[in-house]
């Protein structure tokens, strides 16, 4: 049995005023991809493009770890934009029978001559289901499999963000000293 799954978070946070914009930094996807996570869970693989590994999940009894490659880019406004691009779930044997599909993106905005980032991300997983989960009655799977990626939707964003705007100042500070430096 195939079984889809769908979440969407949105995000707008408040950015710390710094003398270089933020905008600047978001067009640098090789900075911004430490806010994915650790060093040991994001891995260049091509211009632009990482593999996350994802801490593992329980589903049900299917413990799985999802890796997943990540196209990041930003556009000439400073939108920074991502999308899934490859993906593996290890723990599990379904070669072929699930594809995962992420994407987002994150927008420098002014209000009230305050900056912020707006923006979303979506996660989306059509998978086999295997017996005997297959057996148990369909609203309880799905609404299981929209609460699983939600929660990491949600967990993501929060360390994404946290991370990014830390990120960003260090940017900005290390950027200031190296300009004093020259």
């Excluded at 270089?20 to 693989?45: H, M």
């Excluded at 589903?59 to 997943?68: A, C, G, S």
Aim: charged residues 20%; glycine residues 6%.
């Amino acid at each position: 049995m195939y079984s889809k799954f769908y979440a969407s978070q949105a995000v707008e946070l408040e950015v710390p005023q710094r003398p270089y914009p933020i905008s600047d930094y978001l067009r640098q996807p090789q900075q911004v991809v430490r806010a994915l996570g650790d060093s040991s869970q994001v891995e260049p693989i091509g211009k632009d493009v990482y593999r996350l590994k994802m801490k593992p999940l329980k589903f049900f009894m299917l413990q799985i770890e999802p890796i997943v490659d990540l196209k990041i880019w930003a556009q000439q406004d400073g939108t920074l934009c991502l999308r899934s691009i490859d993906c593996q779930l290890r723990g599990i044997d379904l070669k072929n029978h699930f594809q995962l599909q992420v994407s987002g993106y994150t927008t420098p905005c002014t209000k009230n001559g305050q900056t912020y980032l707006s923006g979303g991300a979506e996660l989306g997983l059509k998978m086999y289901l295997p017996p005997p989960i297959s057996f148990f009655p369909k609203a309880t799977i799905q609404s299981a499999g929209n609460s699983l990626l939600k929660s990491i939707l949600l967990r993501m964003k929060q360390s994404m963000m946290h991370k990014l705007i830390a990120n960003y100042s260090n940017w900005a500070i290390d950027r200031d000293q190296e300009l004093a430096a020259a």
